[in-house]
């Protein structure tokens, strides 16, 4: 059998670590367990990782740089703006919300850190800040810049985002879970592209109709 090097273990060791903390929790996963799921010795874990608290301190920075990069900055919004019409824009941003699709890794950490909210700080802070308020202050950026470029009618831009954000947040909730359980995703999918052509009855500009 061929050796993986450091990094390759070391990158096992935290997949593995991540499936098993999604399935079991965090405090019902031991350090003996994610080592004979890997195939090491316990020993050799603790050249990557002092244990698993920085195993779960490096899988909450891997989930909230990659959330990070979902964000659009102000600069990408305008642009965005200024190519396409409101339709387009809104199913854009509902793409980036079904992201965790097309991440097995997203999909498990949500898991995890919708399991340790409860009883784990940082885990508290990524659901209420990286999850909840830097995306929903995206959102509503887009729709501040959608109503200035007359892309869409005058609309109180946070009630009309909290309406966009909330039911899709809880759509892609239901869709990650679904796809736990290896369900169809069918009818929540088609849901979401339901919800976003409600909200764009709700903002378009009435010229349009």
């Known amino acids: 059998m061929k050796r993986d090097n450091g990094k390759n273990t070391k990158q096992r060791i935290f997949e593995t670590a991540i499936d098993l903390f999604s399935r079991y929790g965090y405090n019902g996963v031991s350090i003996r367990l994610i080592t004979r799921k890997v195939g090491i010795k316990e020993s050799s874990l603790y050249n990557h990782f002092s244990g698993k608290s920085e195993i779960l301190s490096a899988i909450f920075d ?3 740089e990659e959330i990070r990069k979902m964000i659009p900055t102000e600069k990408e919004i305008r642009n965005l703006v200024s190519s396409y019409p409101a339709d387009v824009i809104l199913e854009s941003m509902l ?3 079904k992201y965790y699709g097309k991440n097995p890794l997203m999909e498990k950490i949500f898991r995890i850190v919708t399991i340790e909210q409860y009883h784990n700080k940082r885990a508290r802070d990524i659901m209420l800040i990286d999850m ?3 995306p929903r202050r995206s ?9 200035e470029n007359n892309l869409i009618k005058e609309v109180d831009t946070r ?3 909290m309406q966009y954000f909330y039911v899709l947040q809880s759509l892609v909730a239901k869709l990650i879970t679904l796809k736990c359980f ?25 010229e349009e109709e």
């Open 182 to 206: 290896g369900m169809s995703t069918d009818k929540v999918e088609k849901s979401m592209y339901r919800h976003i052509g409600l909200i764009y009855e709700t903002v378009r500009k009435q």
């Open 159 to 161: 009630q009309v985002t």
């Open 132 to 134: 909840d308020e830097i």
């Open 139 to 147: 959102i509503e950026k887009a729709f501040e810049i959608m109503v």
């Open 95 to 97: 793409s980036q919300s």
């Open 62 to 64: 891997y989930y909230q």
